[in-house]
């Protein structure tokens, strides 16, 4: 899995987790509904400007509890590359 896709994935559960819609999160963000569909499915290159605005604005949510996912463990990354 790469980064877009664990982005995507780690974005979407914490949507679930909230019961918001796709549509809810990019209105919050101030981003189009369907660029929000393109980064939940790791298709699209997401800025830190536009990250931050989702996870921040859209998820009301630190990027520290953000990133503290087991998804984004480098310890886990750096065996798989060995």
């Known amino acids: 899995m ?3 896709q664990k982005i995507g994935a780690r974005i979407k559960e914490i949507r679930t987790q909230l019961k918001l819609s796709q549509e809810a999160v990019a209105n919050k963000a101030e981003i189009e509904r369907t660029f929000m569909t393109h980064v939940e499915n790791g298709r ?3 800025s830190v400007e536009t990250l931050y605005k989702i996870v921040s604005n859209g998820l009301d949510m630190s990027f520290q509890k953000f990133f503290e996912s087991e998804i984004f463990n480098a310890k886990k990354v750096k065996e798989v590359v060995k």
């Open 44 to 46: 699209r290159n997401v």
């Open 2 to 4: 790469d980064i877009k």
